[in-house]
C-alpha cells in the first residue's frame, strides 16, 4: 500500500513550498515529486496563483518553489538520494527523515539538503 500526501503552501516570507510525505518505501517519490514541482512552478511563472487568488493577502517571490521530501528514515527508498542528485541545480529539494512510530510524535532524524 502506498500513501502520499502533497501539500503546497507558501512561507512567511512569501516563497512557494511543496511538502511531499511518504509513509512507505516507493522509488517513484523523487520523479512524483519533480513532475509536481514542474507544474507549480509554471503556474507560479504564470501568476496563476496570484491571478486565481490563492495565497490572498500575501505577496509571492519570484523564487523557485521549494521542494521538501518527508519520509520515516528507515521507509526512505534506497534509491531515493541517488536519483534525486540527478535533478536540476534550480530545483532547491530537501530530505527529511523523521521517525518510525510519527504518528505519536514526529521527530526529525536526518535533514539534507537546502533548508539544512
Sequence with gaps: KRSIIDLLTVTKEGRLV???IKASPDPDLPFQALD???AVERHRKAGD???KGYFAG???RNEPTLLVLVAPLLAYHRTAHRLISFFPDEVPVTEI???QRWKGQI???RRRG???
Excluded: A, P, V
Aim: proline share 0%.
Design 58 to 60: 500575501c505577496e509571492l
Design 49 to 51: 496563483f496570484r491571478n
Design 36 to 38: 509536481y514541482w514542474i
Design 107 to 109: 521527530r526529525t532524524l
Design 97 to 99: 527523515g523523521i521517525n
Design 18 to 20: 511543496i511538502i511531499e
Design 114 to 116: 537546502m533548508l539544512s
